[in-house]
């Protein structure tokens, strides 16, 4: 599944473009001449003005307005943390799944939001005036100043506005070529309409998982509420056009892909390739093999550790692929290439003269960057210490100790801004199960001593006495950070409050915070600051070449682009564009992952064995596109983003247009379930369908 | 640890040297005058025929005679499976240790056989005259044949001639340069006399394995019995010098490094690189998760999973660190150098004309592998059916028929020079623990279908209406073939009994046999025969250039080197030859694996703390050397090869001298231990120590 990927891997990111054959274009720079030629259709402003406003950034995921009455259409993947919320050990939401059949019966999903894209301002020219003839360290501490300066100013101003607060986001685009801010309009109260089982949602489970022909519903509807607890008002939707799309059809994606790493150097990439990708695929792979294994232990056990095991073995599947995309030294070959032509055009050009030699520049800080890989990733960010309990403790002790500073000396992440969502995630009484803490907290003690070796001071520090497992356990036994009102205390109570704290998670944040802070900084001044600088840079000489006649990295902001409904050719064999109800059935067994929820078996002849299930088009999409709709010319929603075919993991460095292709479910499929199998009429009619 | 790596991922070996520094010689071949030059000391045949029949190899290790009467010293990592093979659950032997305080006290390893080399005989003559003017494949499959009739007219000879009957094995040296006889006499019947805790054997665990400053008493002590019962007689034995080696002091390793690949090609380093370590990585962390939780459901599980979760993190440690070499592009870089200064040696010389590029037909069948590498791991080699009970099956399947063919027809394992080990395998009635049996199975089942796709045949077949959890229950729970006596039967019953089998382990192996053969011969003939042919041709050329001024690449066989006793610098940091018991009681925790033996704590006080517990040397040395006797030039044993340093693993691929360094542990703590701690004056008098 295009699940979004955490930045902890890609944290670093920064430089120059080079495959980009699709394009994940941004809405003020469409290239609408582009689609024009290659497509002989072209999108007004109204057209894009709407489509832009229908769209939504979940926490996770993309999504839909499909009504006018705030109802939100999305996948089931990126509902499955709500449903987990209401769910019990009597009640698996995730596996039965819900249908609210009267609005006060909608669940709220606590650590969701709905933000939509009000407004774009290009404040580059502001940054680059800043940091002007400051050395690197110093231009990176200036920028992100800048930034949370403008971010600041700009939440303020709206405050006064005639449309209300927005959240002012500073986007990089372009490796520092280009700072914008982004404002949106945040619905803070999203709450849960209708899920399917995830029987059907996520038919053929984790084998299945980047493969095409697939039968997937990975649906889910939620709604938006006002903060006067009412049904928000959307005029703004996307209407379901019932038939979905056909073969060939230009069809576009809007949404906001998470990452993509296609202007990363050759440096850089060969520090995911030998260090950051096996590294994480070692540990995770061993998580996963715990996680399974404690999943047997019985139904309980089951059911919770479900929704991490999900997530994780689509991360591996995305990693391993990428590894294999990177070991392919063809990629590699090509990007040197390209950056021997750049350093050409310097030498070049009289204009970029005393631009020195950036890629060198990077080289060097990767070096750097492989030295600190270890201690930075397991004390800093957290593969250490995997524990949702130790995050809210550590959340709880940074943000005692920065909220009191000025705004923009603070961690990022505690500057005004950001500390909204912080604290979202720090209260939201979200289900903390114990059992699951001292397995992921025991295992990623145990690899911090494994790779930093047991006579690392952090190691001598936390395992003297005290087995991987022996800590885990009284710490997670001892800690009432589960408690959600507990939080909330040490959160209000500031420094005085977590300073008195016996909690042992807070006493273990405490203990390791020094050394964390210790470890971000050189990474941020000796990795980061260079990077930075030398991106900027290369991003200078790109733009002399290319302009913006290339899209930018995906940042998980909004994009658009367009591409058709298409297969591929898989070796030998033509894959075709679509798949229809009746291979379900066939394709069906007795047991997970290849299911069939009984709600479907007991319709199976009610159900056109011809309707149109899911498909493939060659859009260009990565994680984050999740839950993106599929539109046609006339703005109508023809499909559900769910996926990319498993070459489309390769799509994070570039976008090979003979094999991606983006997986989409059928509104045929979607409109023939919600009738036939969860006689969803309100729903329906809501989406004005009879 | 110094575990040998089964030969499954390395099964494809074949190429040139590249940077022999140190080097594994061969006693037929071993550098008198290099050693003489480099060191003034000079060592006669008499003693190289002397440390030679001193030397034993087990079926998993080195080993050496250290009394007369057939005593034999090894590692405990070497007979943790006796050690098992006599656990129960109320008694665990790996744990608790073990010391025969009579002859008839002492435990017979059923699985155990001590191989002692008698003689050599290089038969590269008759190998090429059997394959000249043949094409690849022919010379492959003649190559075998050719081999296998060698060796059983050497064994049927040895049985009429004074010595008695020996064991004969084809020996390829240098990749196809030389082909020899090695003909050991076998002792049957090895019986375990002592073993300390595991506790202390291996002090620091995995978090310590490759680790040096080092503290294990990594020893077991075995003994040879005769066929008639009785303690086997051995004059020739290593004498302990009891005050072990000095710092800077020569020292020699005898025994039988498992394999390195120092003589491949790029291209077959890079499949090595790129697809089979970070699979087989992927694969192996996610197990060792697997057993790990399961170790915790409870005491008895924790028992039966410790031995396979030990090996296997050995082997992730080794294979992570032969990962890290090879992502070195600085590895690859020379090699391709080498290779082309190789190239330009075949132009000059007329003689060598017509060889071709035998490097790009490598290139070419690694092209192949890369396609054939998935199904051949799954079906072929195991990967997809992860259990000692389809082992035993498929051994059965196989064995019944292949044993009535022509002796030259049969799968290679199934040779008669061969038989004896599977049927000794195959009969050794050592523990199934369906628990463990049921978890490789289900984890390995999974893995083929996520790996090769939930509609590839093999796949369906099995998978289409079980998960891989109920197969692989009802597969173990339906299953005889954990009693010896049902093996027996059906392994003396031939095809007849195959054929009339229920058992569901023989009808699963039965059912994926002509798919498993199919891949096989695929690979065989497709992979193995152009690149057996091709590093026969770059052997050619090697030894035009180097003469036998290299070592080959280790294949388990009998070698001999020399190094000094010597610490390294590890970045800033001196790190010095030996340790000593006092800081192993400094390190010492309250838990594993860093908890000391009770047996040792009752003591401490008359353990002198300056004795020499663990030291380094620059021996070159790799996974089958565990065990080996470290020698001083008067042919004493002064210690106990059991591990190497964390950059020994890149030994595999280049001996690096300022870095690569053995682990050994002392006689002084061997001795000091066996008085003090085990009191075991029996063994100590028998090895000549009042």
């Given at each position: 599944m295009r699940r979004v990927l955490l930045p902890a891997l890609l944290a670093l990111l920064a430089a120059p473009p080079v495959f980009s054959d699709a394009g994940m274009w941004t809405f003020h720079d469409f290239p609408r001449e582009l689609l024009k030629r290659e497509h002989g259709v072209d999108i007004d402003s109204a057209w894009l003005d709407r489509v832009r406003t229908s769209t939504i950034r979940l926490s996770n995921c993309t999504a839909s307005f499909i009504s006018p009455e705030g109802l939100i259409l999305t996948n089931h993947h990126c509902s499955e943390a709500c449903l987990d919320e209401h769910s019990t050990s009597e009640q698996n939401l995730v596996r039965a799944g819900f249908l609210a059949r009267a609005r006060d019966k909608e669940l709220k999903c606590t650590a969701q939001v709905a933000d939509v894209l009000m407004g774009t301002e290009n404040v580059t020219a502001k940054v680059s005036a800043a940091i002007h003839g400051l050395d690197d360290k110093a231009a990176n501490d200036t920028r992100k100043k800048t930034l949370a300066q403008l971010e600041q100013a700009c939440e303020d101003a709206s405050k006064q506005a005639a449309g209300g607060a927005l959240k002012c986001e500073a986007v990089d685009l372009y490796q520092g070529g280009q700072y914008w801010l982004y404002k949106y309009h945040r619905y803070d109260d999203v709450r849960l309409v209708f899920a399917p089982e995830r029987g059907i949602a996520a038919f053929g489970g984790d084998p299945d998982n980047f493969q095409f022909p697939r039968w997937c519903l990975d649906m889910s509807v939620l709604?938006?509420?006002?903060?006067?607890?009412?049904?928000?008002?959307?005029?703004?939707?996307?209407?379901?056009?019932?038939?979905?799309?056909?073969?060939?059809?230009?069809?576009?994606?809007?949404?906001?892909?998470?990452?993509?790493?296609?202007?990363?150097?050759?440096?850089?990439?060969?520090?995911?390739?030998?260090?950051?990708?096996?590294?994480?695929?070692?540990?995770?792979?061993?998580?996963?093999?715990?996680?399974?294994?404690?999943?047997?232990?019985?139904?309980?056990?089951?059911?919770?550790?479900?929704?991490?095991?999900?997530?994780?073995?689509?991360?591996?599947?995305?990693?391993?692929?990428?590894?294999?995309?990177?070991?392919?030294?063809?990629l590699l070959q090509r990007k040197s290439a390209e950056e021997a032509s750049l350093r050409a055009k310097i030498a070049a050009d009289p204009a970029l003269a005393g631009i020195g030699d950036p890629w060198a520049d990077i080289t060097r800080a990767e070096v750097r960057a492989r030295e600190l890989s270890l201690p930075y990733s397991f004390l800093e960010q957290g593969a250490g210490f995997n524990s949702r309990l130790f995050a809210y403790a550590r959340a709880l002790v940074r943000g005692a100790a920065e909220r009191p500073k000025t705004n923009t000396d603070r961690l990022t992440e505690y500057r005004e801004t950001a500390l909204p969502r912080v604290q979202r995630r720090l209260l939201a009484p979200v289900p903390v199960y114990p059992q699951l803490e001292k397995l992921t907290l025991s295992f990623s003690l145990e690899r911090m001593r494994e790779w930093l070796g047991p006579d690392a001071p952090i190691v001598r520090q936390l395992l003297s006495k005290d087995s991987p497992d022996t800590l885990a356990t009284r710490l997670v036994d001892g800690s009432h950070l589960g408690d959600a009102a507990v939080r909330k205390q040490l959160w209000e109570g500031g420094q005085a409050a977590i300073d008195a704290s016996h909690d042992p998670m807070i006493e273990l944040a405490r203990e390791v915070d020094a050394q964390a802070r210790a470890v971000r900084k050189q990474q941020e001044d000796e990795v980061e600051a260079p990077i930075e600088a030398a991106a900027q840079k290369i991003a200078r000489v790109r733009f002399k070449v290319y302009g913006t006649t290339v899209a930018p990295d995906a940042t998980f902001t909004l994009r658009l682009n367009f591409g058709t409904v298409q297969g591929w050719r898989e070796g030998s064999q033509e894959v075709e564009p679509f798949t229809h109800t009746a291979r379900l059935f066939e394709r069906a067994k007795g047991e997970e992952p290849f299911r069939i929820p009984d709600s479907w078996l007991a319709v199976k002849d009610q159900l056109d064995p011809q309707t149109r299930f899911d498909l493939s088009t060659n859009n260009d999409i990565v994680g984050g596109n999740s839950g993106s709709p599929l539109i046609d010319t006339k703005g109508r929603l023809v499909g559900l983003i769910f996926d990319g075919n498993i070459h489309s993991i390769a799509g994070d460095y570039w976008f090979d247009p003979q094999l991606n292709r983006a997986v989409a479910v059928d509104t045929q499929i979607i409109l023939e379930a919600l009738h036939k199998v969860y006689k969803a009429n309100e729903l329906l009619a809501e989406m004005g369908e009879k």
């Open positions: 709604r938006a509420y006002g903060p006067d607890g009412k049904p928000a008002t959307t005029p703004n939707f996307l209407a379901l056009r019932a038939a979905g799309p056909q073969a060939g059809e230009l069809v576009f994606v809007s949404g906001h892909p998470g990452s993509t790493q296609r202007l990363l150097t050759v440096a850089q990439l060969q520090m995911l390739r030998d260090v950051d990708l096996p590294r994480w695929l070692l540990r995770a792979a061993e998580l996963r093999g715990r996680y399974i294994q404690f999943g047997k232990t019985g139904a309980e056990a089951n059911r919770i550790v479900e929704d991490p095991l999900n997530g994780l073995e689509n991360s591996i599947k995305v990693r391993r692929n990428q590894l294999d995309a990177l070991l392919d030294d063809r």
